[in-house]
């Protein structure tokens, strides 16, 4: 794409340079400096402009919405476990914000309050599930779709 773009460029010049007189002769090496040393300066006055507008990306560890007492709250090490039945596998992995945790079942582990408040919420989810499945059981019109 550049070798076209310079192939481009030097045919204009050269349509140029044959529609100029002599004396007219432009030198686009200078011109093309000069316009660079312009378009820099324009840019740079143009990122001065903005220097108060632009806020900081929200990071890792401030979340938008969240002050540094509710992310301190959020991060603080809760005592949690995960209980293991027959079929279960031997860890529970939880992912938050693509970190992953991987919680070892039918033991105490200490894990950040977030991860904890997610497994909570998982499991009243699963246990509400099931709660559905056994209230209705026995009715199949439940389970049809029309």
Same mark, same amino acid.
């Given at each position: 794409?550049?070798?076209? &773009?310079?192939?481009?460029?030097?045919?204009?010049?050269? %349509?140029?340079?044959?529609?100029?007189?002599? $004396?007219?002769?432009?030198? *686009?090496?200078?011109? #093309?400096?000069?316009?660079?040393?312009?378009?820099?300066?324009?840019?740079?006055? %143009?990122?001065?402009?903005?220097?108060?507008?632009?806020?900081?990306?929200?990071?890792?560890?401030?979340?938008?919405?969240? =002050?540094?007492?509710?992310? %301190?709250?959020?991060? $603080?090490?809760?005592?949690?476990?995960?209980? #293991?039945?027959?079929?279960?596998?031997?860890?529970?992995?939880?992912?938050?914000?693509?970190? =992953?945790?991987?919680?070892?079942?039918?033991?105490?582990?200490?894990?950040?309050?977030?991860?904890? &408040?997610?497994?909570? #919420? =998982?499991?009243?989810?699963?246990?509400?599930?099931?709660? *559905?499945?056994?209230? &209705?059981?026995?009715?199949? =019109?439940?389970?049809?779709?029309?």
């Amino acid at each position: 794409m550049a070798a076209k &773009n310079e192939v481009a460029k030097n045919a204009v010049e050269t %349509e140029v340079e044959k529609t100029l007189n002599e $004396e007219e002769k432009v030198d *686009f090496a200078k011109l #093309r400096a000069e316009l660079k040393a312009e378009l820099k300066a324009e840019i740079a006055a %143009e990122m001065e402009s903005y220097k108060g507008e632009v806020s900081e990306p929200a990071t890792s560890k401030v979340q938008m919405g969240e =002050s540094k007492e509710e992310l %301190e709250y959020l991060n $603080e090490k809760v005592e949690v476990l995960i209980p #293991r039945g027959p079929t279960d596998p031997a860890t529970y992995t939880v992912t938050h914000n693509g970190t =992953s945790y991987q919680i070892k079942r039918g033991v105490k582990v200490m894990i950040p309050r977030k991860v904890k &408040n997610i497994i909570d #919420r =998982s499991m009243a989810q699963q246990a509400a599930a099931m709660d *559905f499945e056994d209230a &209705n059981a026995f009715d199949p =019109s439940v389970f049809e779709t029309k």
